[in-house]
């Protein structure tokens, strides 16, 4: 079954990198969609469904934590399998997502390692 | 007295593994040349429990052959892509040189990149600590400081 990903981060190029990481690793991907902020992924969310959310932290308008909270609250997306891709991977910015529910992936990732994660996230 | 954020040899460290796992830059620390002109620079404010500021400036050809390496030869570079690339560059850094600021409670807030062609932000009058680090397309410039310099 294809998987439908929510790809998160307010940097065109890298949400570029990890789609053709995701590509080229032979997980059936299927739609991604993406937003630059977490308002704009909040928007999609009300209006799409998906396996798996992609989020980086440090974004403008809305940053990953708080898209991740909100998230949490709403009955839609509150299971919703997320993992945080980010620069920020201090034991504290662990430890307040992993409250969450979503493991960090931290920038510079390897390919094994992001797609290591999303294989464990859809219970692969 | 506060304790340094990093010494030279950290922030060089950090960023050649940030260059060389991101970009898969092969990062020296001398160049035959040293007159490459300012290509861009790129800055990141952080907030937290430390403050300051992040700001790289490429000389040569830099920004361009990062963002191509980092996204593949298949993959087509515009402007924006130069611009946007060297912006994430800039925030990974960032990312991980916060992270080597020792233990902390909070978590640190990076703002979205900054990013100018030429010497669109101007150096701080003194950075806690500056690297150089060259790669085969030119060089990069890395001051870090502390505190909230203004910005013009």
Known sequence: MAINILLVDDSAVMRRLVKKTLKLSGVPIGRIAEAGNGQEALDILEKETFDLACLDVNMPVMNGAELLKNMRKKEETKDLPVIVVSTDNSPARVAQMSALGAPVVAKPFTPETLVDAFVSAIGG | ?152
């Open chain 2, 1 to 152: 007295m506060t304790t340094p954020m990093l010494t030279q040899e950290e922030l060089m460290n950090v960023a050649t593994s940030v260059l060389e796992d991101l970009c898969f830059a092969l990062v020296d620390e001398e160049s035959d040349e040293d007159d490459f002109p300012v290509e861009a620079t790129a800055l990141v404010r952080f907030s937290g429990p430390r403050d300051g500021r992040l700001l790289i400036r490429t000389r040569g050809d830099v920004a361009g052959a990062l963002v191509r390496d980092m996204m593949g030869e298949d993959e087509e570079v515009g402007d924006d892509d130069r611009r946007d690339g060297l912006g994430e560059i800039a925030n990974v850094l960032c990312g991980n040189i916060v992270a080597q600021f020792g233990p902390v409670d909070s978590a640190f807030d990076l703002e979205a990149p900054r990013v100018g062609i030429g010497d669109a932000f101007p150096s701080d009058a003194s950075p806690e600590v500056c690297a150089t680090v060259c790669v085969d397309e030119g060089m990069i410039e890395i001051e870090l400081s502390s505190g909230g310099a203004p910005v013009s």
